[in-house]
């Protein structure tokens, strides 16, 4: 009898421990979203997109804000990429340069993006960011705040709704390289 009261412990935690090894759990598949590509020959400035940077706290999670400025990443639903690689790669292919294109005659452009996110309470995409062009000896710099409204919280649309602000972020910084290209 005394054996078993010294052996009932180890019985009991095997028990419990065969209980967690054999009870199921739930598996979520984790999902990747990209950009959308860019509408071919929509932007006809000539730049060079030399850098993009990436100073907020996004990740390769989407990241989400709330209220009380609670900020919460996405462990199910993640970019493909870190977001200054796909923001780089989607400017990039929306002001893509013919290949004739001389070196000396494109503006020079380096971003840094300093929001990429969701706003759940105001149900809108954020993407911010600062940029600098350089063009012969002309210098701009700027800022953008694009918000792009969110239809629903589904990944896709979320994804589509940063597509959406990124393909406004490279309209604006095409017409600031047509400004600084013609002198204006």
């Keep these: 009898m005394k ?3 010294r052996l009932l412990p180890v019985l009991l935690l095997a028990a419990c421990c065969t209980g967690c090894v054999l009870t199921p759990r739930s598996h979520v598949q984790r999902e ?3 950009l959308q590509s860019p509408v071919a020959g ?4 000539l730049l060079m997109v030399s850098a993009v940077s990436n100073d907020s706290p996004a990740q390769s999670r989407m990241l989400f804000r709330f ?3 609670r900020m919460v990443h996405d462990n199910n639903n993640c ?3 870190m977001p200054e690689r796909m923001l780089q790669r989607y400017l990039e292919q929306a002001f893509a340069l013919p290949d004739n294109t001389r070196l000396s005659k494109t503006a020079s452009l380096r971003c840094t993006i300093t929001a990429f996110e969701f706003d759940m309470i105001k149900s809108e995409a954020v993407l911010a960011m600062k940029y600098e062009m350089r063009y012969d000896l002309r210098h701009e710099a700027g800022t953008l705040l694009i918000k792009e409204k969110i239809k629903s919280n589904a990944p896709t649309e979320l994804a589509d709704a940063m597509s959406r602000a990124a393909g406004k972020a490279a309209e604006q910084i095409g017409r600031a390289a047509g400004k600084i290209r013609s002198g204006n």
Aim: proline share 0%; aromatic share 24%.
């Design 32 to 34: 990747y979203y990209d």
């Design 3 to 5: 054996s078993f009261t």
């Design 42 to 45: 929509k932007n006809n400035a």
């Design 67 to 69: 209220a009380g400025n």
């Design 79 to 81: 970019w493909v990429q």
